[in-house]
């Protein structure tokens, strides 16, 4: 059975200063590995994704991801967070696609002048 | 390149009306597609998915319905509403059912019922 924890449901970050979103994940499989985020009263956009290539994956935005096998983790960095990033971000492990994806808790993101 | 669609972005209906939101995904063919219901608090909830015409299949037992009349479109439908039925619906899609098909959402329907 697959799952996913979000470790923290707020992160506060003064801007210009690094984001780390933890993610733990469980799967049975070799799983695909996503980052959503969520602007207020709009749908999920993609961040990143992991499909077993590169364990550092580079997402839009400035966001990066590194996939830890044997920590079982998938965490979120950005190294300097700007106002725009105040958002919901939303972990997602696939084991087998579609209907079987699970979707983390969120964690909500606010960025300080 | 692809585009999803989802109308109305936002509804205030009373409890026991019709309900009915519309979702269209364009430059695609044979989607998968989606319907998620985010309510406060509570994450994301998957009520029903399709992976083609007339083929619904419903997660969650409830008085919602879902059908696909044509293949890039989905609707989410209600014959009496219930206060617990407010909530953002999303509509999604994804090629294929790989797991490394990343879904791809609309921007949602902000449903309040009083």
């Known amino acids: 059975a697959q799952s996913v924890t979000q470790l923290d449901s707020h992160v506060s970050v003064s801007e210009g200063t690094p984001v780390l979103l933890r993610c733990n994940y469980s799967?049975?499989?070799?799983?695909?590995l996503f980052w959503y985020v969520q602007h207020p009263n709009k749908g999920l956009q993609l961040l990143l994704k992991y499909t077993s290539a590169a364990t550092l994956v580079k997402g839009i935005n400035g966001f990066e991801a590194e996939f830890k096998k044997s920590e079982t983790s998938f965490h979120l960095t950005k190294p300097s967070a700007h106002m725009s990033d105040a958002a919901e971000y939303f972990c997602?492990?696939?084991?087998?696609?579609?209907?079987?994806?699970?979707f983390g808790a969120g964690t909500r993101l606010f960025v300080k002048a | 390149s692809q585009t999803i669609h989802q109308w109305p972005a936002t509804l205030v209906q009373p409890v026991g009306s019709p309900l009915s939101l519309e979702c269209t995904v364009e430059g695609t063919s044979n989607p998968n597609l989606y319907w998620y219901r985010q309510a406060a608090g509570r994450g994301l909830q998957l009520l029903f998915y399709?992976?083609?015409?007339?083929?619904i299949s419903s997660e969650v037992p409830q008085n919602l319905s879902a059908s696909r009349p044509q293949d890039r479109q989905f609707i989410l439908s209600s014959k009496k509403l219930l206060l617990s039925d407010s909530g953002f619906y999303l509509c999604a899609w994804s090629v294929g059912t790989a797991r490394n098909s990343p879904l791809h959402f609309g921007n949602g329907t902000r449903l309040t019922v009083t």
């Open positions: 799967s049975s499989y070799s799983p695909s």
């Open positions: 399709s992976v083609g015409i007339g083929q």
């Open positions: 997602v492990v696939s084991e087998t696609g579609g209907f079987k994806t699970i």
